[in-house]
C-alpha cells in the first residue's frame, strides 16, 4: 500500500469518529433543544447562522483551501495566510455589524440585529484557527482535527448550547455554542499545527492565496447561498415559525450528513490535491470511494423514509409533527450532496475551478427559480424540499459529468456506482417497509419502534458493508468485524473459565 493510500485510510478512519459521534449524538441534542426552544427560536436561529455564514467567505476567502493545494508551501505562504486571515476576519466582522439593521428588515425581523452582531463577534475567532488547520490537512494528519471536532461538539453543544438553552437564553444559547466550538479547534488545531503568527505585506507572497482562494471562495459562497436560499425564502416570504419547523425538519435529515460531508470533503480534497498529476490514483481513488458512499447514503435515505414518522415524534416532539412529511421528502435528498461534492472536489483539487463555477452557478440560478415558481403557485414549505431534491439529483450528476472528464473516462463505473446503491436503497427500504409497517399496523408504541428502526437499519447498514458491492467498504469494515469476534470469543471463554 502507497503512503498516500495509507495516510487517506488513516484519515478516513477518524474521519468516522466525527461523523459517528454526531451520528450518536445529534438525535439527542436536537431531542432535548426541540423541548427547550419554540419553532419561532429556531427560526430566528436558522436565519442569524445563515447570515453569519455569508460573512465567514469574506472571512476565509479561501486561504485554506489554497494553502492546502500548492504544490510548493513555505514559510512566507504561511505568513501571507495568516495576514490575510486576521485581516480578514476583522473586515467581516465590520460589514456584518453594520450591515445587520438591513438583515432586520429584509427578513422583518427586529430580533435579527444583535442576533446577526452577536454571531459577527466570531469571526476573527474562526479566522485565527484557518492556517494551523490547513497544515494539519495539507499533511493528512486528521487525528487531531477530528478530536477536535468530537471534543468541540460534545462540550459546544451538549454543554454549553443545550445548558444556556435550558437557562433561557433562546437563539443566543446557539451562538454560544458556536463560539466555545471555535475556541475548542483553535486550541488543539494549534496545538498541532503550530505556525508563525508573523505577518507581511509583500505583493507577491499574496498573488497564488488569492488567485486560486478568490475563485475558490466564490464557488464556495455560490454553494452556500445553494444551501441556505431555502432558508432566506422561507424566512423572508413565510415568517420564522414555518422557518423553525422547516429547519428543524431539514436539520435531522442532514446534521449527521453534513458531519460525514465536512469530514470526507476535507480528507479526500487533501489526498486528491497530493496525487492531483497522478490521473491514475485519483480514477482509482474517486470511483472507489463513489461506489462505497452510493451504497451507503442511497440505504441510509430509506432508512430515514420509512423511519420519518417515529423520527420526528421521537427526536422532536409532537410540536413538530408538521415536520413529518418534510423529513420524509428530504430523506430523498440525502445521497446527493454528498455524491455531488465527492466530485466537486475532485475538480477543486485538481485546480478545474471553471467547471466547477458552471455547475454550482447554474444550480443556484435553477434553485432560485424552482422555489420561486414553488411559492408563486402557493405549494408551500413540503414543494421546497421536493424542488430541492430534484435540483439536488441533477447537481450531482452534472459534478459527475464533471469528474468523468477529469479522471479520463469511467462513465459506466460513475452510472453503474449511482445504480448499486439505488438498489441497495431499493432493497432496504423494502425490509424496513415490511416491519415497520407490520408494527404500525400491531399498534406498537411510537418509541418501541424508533428504536426497532435504529437497530434494523443499523443492522442493514452493516450487511451492506461486510457483503455489499463495495469493495473499498469490504477491505475496511471486514478486518474490523473479524477483530470484534475474536474479542467476543476472547470474553466467552474467560467468563466460560471463570465459571468451571
Not at 58 to 78: C, M, P
Not at 89 to 113: D, K, N, R, S, Y
Not at 338 to 344: D, F, K
Request: hydrophobic share 55%; net charge positive.
Amino acid at each position: 500500500m502507497s503512503e498516500l493510500r495509507q495516510k487517506t485510510v488513516r484519515a478516513l478512519r477518524w474521519s468516522y469518529l466525527s461523523f459517528l459521534t454526531n451520528l450518536l449524538l445529534a438525535p439527542i441534542f436536537a431531542a432535548t433543544l426541540a423541548r427547550l426552544l419554540d419553532k419561532e427560536e429556531f427560526g430566528l436561529f436558522a436565519i442569524g447562522l445563515s447570515l453569519y455564514s455569508v460573512g465567514q467567505y469574506i472571512a476565509d476567502f479561501g486561504i485554506g483551501q489554497a494553502l492546502v493545494q500548492k504544490r510548493e508551501l513555505n514559510a512566507e505562504d504561511v505568513r501571507a495566510g495568516f495576514t490575510s486571515s486576521l485581516g480578514l476576519g476583522l473586515l467581516a466582522t465590520a460589514i456584518a455589524w453594520l450591515c445587520a439593521p438591513l438583515a432586520g428588515q429584509f427578513f422583518h425581523q427586529p430580533e435579527v440585529v444583535p442576533l446577526f452582531r452577536s454571531f459577527a463577534c466570531l469571526y476573527v475567532l474562526a479566522a485565527l484557527s484557518t492556517v494551523s488547520t490547513s497544515l494539519l490537512r495539507r499533511a493528512l494528519h486528521f487525528k487531531p482535527l477530528m478530536i477536535a471536532d468530537v471534543g468541540a461538539y460534545v462540550i459546544g453543544q451538549g454543554i454549553f448550547g443545550l445548558g444556556a438553552a435550558a437557562l433561557g437564553f433562546g437563539a443566543y444559547s446557539l451562538v454560544l455554542s458556536v463560539g466555545v466550538q471555535y475556541l475548542i479547534q483553535l486550541a488543539v488545531s494549534y496545538a498541532y499545527g503550530r505556525h508563525s503568527f508573523g505577518l507581511t505585506f509583500r505583493r507577491e507572497s499574496y498573488r497564488h492565496l488569492y488567485t486560486f482562494g478568490g475563485r475558490a471562495s466564490l464557488i464556495s459562497f455560490l454553494e452556500f447561498l445553494s444551501v441556505n436560499l431555502d432558508t432566506f425564502m422561507i424566512g423572508r416570504l413565510y415568517g420564522a415559525a414555518t422557518l423553525g419547523l422547516y429547519n428543524r425538519g431539514y436539520n435531522t435529515v442532514s446534521g449527521p450528513l453534513n458531519a460525514m460531508a465536512r469530514s470526507l470533503t476535507r480528507v479526500l480534497a487533501s489526498s486528491f490535491s497530493v496525487a492531483q498529476h497522478d490521473q491514475g490514483r485519483l480514477r482509482s481513488a474517486y470511483l472507489s470511494g463513489l461506489l462505497a458512499m452510493s451504497t451507503v447514503l442511497f440505504a441510509a435515505a430509506a432508512i430515514v423514509l420509512v423511519s420519518a414518522r417515529e423520527i420526528v415524534l421521537v427526536l422532536l416532539g409532537a410540536p413538530f409533527a408538521g415536520a413529518i412529511p418534510i423529513v420524509a421528502v428530504l430523506a430523498l435528498y440525502i445521497p446527493f450532496p454528498v455524491l455531488g461534492n465527492l466530485s466537486a472536489v475532485l475538480a477543486e483539487a485538481t485546480a478545474r475551478l471553471g467547471a466547477k463555477l458552471a455547475v454550482q452557478g447554474t444550480y443556484l440560478l435553477a434553485l432560485l427559480a424552482a422555489f420561486w415558481s414553488v411559492y408563486a403557485l402557493g405549494w408551500g414549505v413540503l414543494a421546497f424540499a421536493g424542488a430541492l431534491v430534484v435540483a439536488g439529483a441533477c447537481r450531482s450528476a452534472a459534478y459527475a459529468g464533471v469528474a468523468r472528464r477529469i479522471i479520463g473516462g469511467g462513465g459506466r463505473e460513475i452510472v453503474r456506482a449511482y445504480l448499486l446503491g439505488i438498489a441497495c436503497g431499493l432493497g432496504t427500504g423494502a425490509v424496513m417497509f415490511v416491519v415497520v409497517s407490520a408494527l404500525r399496523a400491531a399498534g406498537v408504541h411510537t418509541w418501541a419502534i424508533f428504536v426497532t428502526e435504529g437497530l434494523l437499519g443499523t443492522a442493514l447498514l452493516a450487511l451492506l458493508a461486510l457483503f455489499g458491492p463495495s469493495e473499498e467498504l469490504r477491505r475496511y469494515t471486514r478486518p474490523l468485524a473479524e477483530r470484534a469476534l475474536r474479542l467476543l470469543r476472547g470474553d466467552r471463554l474467560r467468563h466460560a473459565s471463570r465459571r468451571a
